[in-house]
T-cell receptor
């Protein structure tokens, strides 16, 4: 019940395309859902986050869509760029952070 | 503002040897975390400190791992004796409080041969 399931494991997108990464959870006590971006050799960095009282949050090219009834949330990267190539982790927080397994995104130039 | 500092960045040891990692969190951050990130997986919490007290160490293999946070600032994570399966990146993170945004260091990559 403390797991966060993330898919796909890897994703290849053409420059300018839309990247979509999905996460699902079981524990309804989770009340904060961040996405982290990690470049090789670096630690994860917060990209965008949402709380379950809203269904969508947008920051620039990055959007989180949240479906409370389905217990799913997703990250959409619009106009994907080669610089977006990184590993993305979803996470969920109740009294501690639980991370998904990561999605390795490669954006082709 | 300085970020989370970790050292060493890389360490290679033989199995059954010991190793220690050091972390200096962002100034003023009361909560400090150690995560283990195995290649291809998400970070897994090993231990969480609030100031110098342990909040959660339920996933810390206490027979071989130990951690301390002296004076509520710097922290050290020790592994003794190391096993092959301990090969991973050890990430330190800090936050203002238990539910605050996590700020990660660059990690310490451990290879156990």
């Amino acid at each position: 019940q403390q797991q966060v399931k993330q898919s796909p494991q890897s994703l290849i997108v053409q420059k300018g395309g839309i990247s979509i990464i999905n996460c699902a959870y079981e524990n309804t006590a989770f009340d904060y859902f961040p996405w982290y971006q990690q470049f090789p050799g670096k630690g994860p960095a917060l990209l965008i986050a949402i709380r379950p009282d809203v269904s969508e949050k947008k920051e620039g090219r990055f959007t989180i869509s949240f479906n409370k009834s389905a217990k799913q949330f997703s990250l959409h990267i619009m106009d994907s760029q080669p610089g977006d190539s990184a590993t993305y982790f979803c996470a969920a927080w109740t009294y501690k952070y639980i991370f998904g397994t990561g999605t390795r995104l490669k954006v082709l130039a | 503002e300085a970020g989370v500092a970790q050292s060493p960045r890389y360490k290679i040891i033989e199995k059954r040897q010991s190793v220690a990692f050091w972390c200096n969190p962002i100034s003023g951050h009361a909560t400090l975390y150690w995560y283990q990130q195995i290649l291809g997986q998400g970070p897994k919490l090993l231990i969480q400190f609030q100031n110098n007290g342990v909040v959660d160490d339920s996933q810390l293999p206490k027979d071989r791992f130990s951690a301390e946070r002296l004076k509520g600032v710097d922290s050290t994570l020790k592994i003794q004796p190391a096993k092959l399966e301990d090969s991973a990146v050890y990430l330190c993170a800090s936050s203002l409080g238990p539910s605050g945004e996590l700020f990660f260091g660059e990690g310490s990559r451990l290879t156990v041969l």
